[in-house]
């Protein structure tokens, strides 16, 4: 399973951004699929995840209520939506799948990983 992220980009503090993930060839309907982040001189951070089995997400209490991650059905893609973005929100943005169909914010048994898309937030 090859993962692809889009969306990233330069925003400004109190920006909004949407991230795509993609699977090519095939669909992310039946993945369990996490959200991470890694700034410069960070060690890689969960953000959000969404499960397999009947949608249902978690967030770390950085994001919560500013992050919203989603499925879109006709796509087959899974989208985080971010807003009120924050200095401290930028760095590259990863999203990886797990075909167990978990959620869980944190690297174990995620098995397919893409190679991620920058956020840069900043005045």
């Known amino acids: 399973l090859q993962l692809v992220e889009s969306g990233g980009g330069s925003v400004q503090p109190g920006g909004s951004l949407r991230l795509s993930c993609t699977a090519s060839?095939?669909?992310?309907?039946?993945?369990?699929v996490g959200w991470f982040r890694q700034a410069p001189g960070k060690a890689r951070e969960a953000v959000s995840c969404i499960d397999g089995h009947e949608d249902m997400t978690l967030y770390s209490a950085s994001v919560k209520g500013r992050f919203t991650v989603s499925r879109d059905n006709v796509k087959g893609t899974v989208e985080l939506q971010l807003v009120n973005l924050k200095p401290e929100d930028a760095g590259v943005y990863y999203c990886?799948?797990?075909?167990?169909?978990?959620?869980?914010?944190?690297?174990?048994?995620?098995?397919?990983w893409g190679q991620g898309t920058q956020v840069t937030v900043s005045p």
């Open positions: 060839g095939t669909v992310l309907d039946y993945y369990g």
């Open positions: 990886a799948a797990d075909g167990s169909m978990r959620c869980r914010l944190s690297e174990t048994g995620y098995d397919f």
